[in-house]
DNA sequence: TAAGCTAGTAATTAATTACTTACTATCGGG
DNA sequence: CCCGATAGTAAGTAATTAATTACTAGCTTA
């Protein structure tokens, strides 16, 4: 059973490093990941953990640009996949709903993070993320509502923080049920509650 | 500056340390509260701390208990404020959001607590507040969509999951800003998009 | 083939953790 | 006024942590 010692480029072993914590973070707490849980879920010593990140917050930070690139990337994605405002708002619940069920570790990460006090590159990091999701989010709402698609009425910013918050509602919800299965139709009824928000009051 | 060691009685360091915890919670993530700085944040020494509590799992079950009787009391008091379902649940959005800026280490010891793997005897507490906390909630969407408060076609469900997530994406704001400060008011624009999408379509 | 770089190991480091133990000071009641 | 109970201290414990060490083995290339 024991494993031939296989050897992989460095480049190779930090995408490990960084899948490792993603999926170790999808079952526990972020807090009690430590170098010797990495290397055991790679088939590793400790040590050889540092021979790719000089040290624990290195391995951090580049996580924090793996979701950043990948789920800023896809939120982009999904909002140019329509010209309406409403089905790019859709689209882009989906996205990240579709993101947080693929990687449950991602959502607990940035809460993590967040909480940490002071300021860590690793948290500049992710204020740097939610700022950016923030303003694109910022930016179809007030196209929806110069489209006359959202109410007039409609306050965009506090619009942008129900819309995040519902994301997290349902991450919190399927942390209660100990999975992440149902979470894509759960998510359906909790966008058709916010939609209605926006759109507000018709005839 | 040195401290003519205080004696207390136990019930009252109990308390005593309860409260601590919910302060460094409130600028330090749950994880690395530590007996120590639980002591030192009361002029104790660490093994002091264990006078009062067997073990630190203990601390945490007070802890939890404290936020359940005390979220939950002010949760059900607001909802018994008024007869009216919709103001019942502006009543308990705006109850439930001035705890947590009363206490802002409560939500992060809730949100740290459910993402422990496993179950221990504090997640099951947790998650009997949380369905207490729901159960509630329901009811009252209930009754605004019996009453014609609420629109016809609401799914009372996601409305719940909806209304905490509103509550989690202003707590995670206010991580982001760095302090509680502005909450109050950004709630107010929060739960009116909310209500809107509550209400649902009218004339 | 020999040299040099790189990725691995195993063992060890100092620091920190929750928790314990032995002892001491203080309080309240007979 | 003393005495038992209790709350405190100081100094430990074993376990765990990130990081470092000395050494080894494999790949490429001159």
Redesign the pocket.
Known sequence: MESP??????EF?QAEIVQAVLALAAESSPA?I???RIAAAM??????V???F????AIWLAVAEWIEENLLGAIEEASLSSSEPLAQLRAMFCAHIGFAAAYPGAPRLIFHELQQPGDSAVKRRIRALLASYRGTLLQVLKCAKDGRAAGRELDVEPAATLFIGAIQGLVMQSMLAGGMRGVEEAAEGVFGVYLSGIVGRRT
Chains 1, 2 share one sequence.
């Open positions: 010692r296989i050897r992989r480029s460095s072993r009690d430590t170098t010797a088939n590793l010593t400790q040590g050889a540092f021979r790719h000089p040290t624990k917050e």
